[in-house]
């Protein structure tokens, strides 16, 4: 959670996961922020506060999660060609200086 100098919570910090990935973000709550003390806040009360304010659905985040890891696997079947400069094309051969990019959902 983010706390601010009044000793407000102003935002927590969430993931939602399935066998499938995860997903996270941050959720500015709204305003005002209570008077609930910050030595009160427990993690049922903050999640209480999530669930009260996080507009999405498990069902939607299944979806999306879902989407995530079908497009990163259609990624991974991706190969760049090259044309040879004789009108035909062959398998670019990948950059050694290049950073891996990870594949992660």
Do not use: C, H
């Not at 910050?38 to 304010?53: G, I, N, P, R």
């Not at 985040?61 to 079908?70: E, H, L, S």
């Amino acid at each position: 959670m983010v706390v601010d100098g009044d000793q407000n919570v102003v935002a927590l910090n969430w993931a939602y996961s399935n066998a499938d990935g995860t997903l996270s973000n941050q959720l500015k709550l709204a305003t005002p922020y209570g008077d609930v003390d910050l030595a009160l806040v427990t993690q049922e009360l903050a999640v209480s506060w999530l669930e009260e304010q996080l507009q999405n659905t498990a069902a939607e985040f299944d979806a999306a999660i879902a989407q995530r890891k079908a497009e990163t696997e259609y990624a991974a079947t991706l190969v760049a060609y090259n044309n040879d400069g004789t009108g035909t094309f062959e398998v670019a051969e990948p950059d050694p200086a290049a950073p891996a990019t990870p594949v992660a959902y």
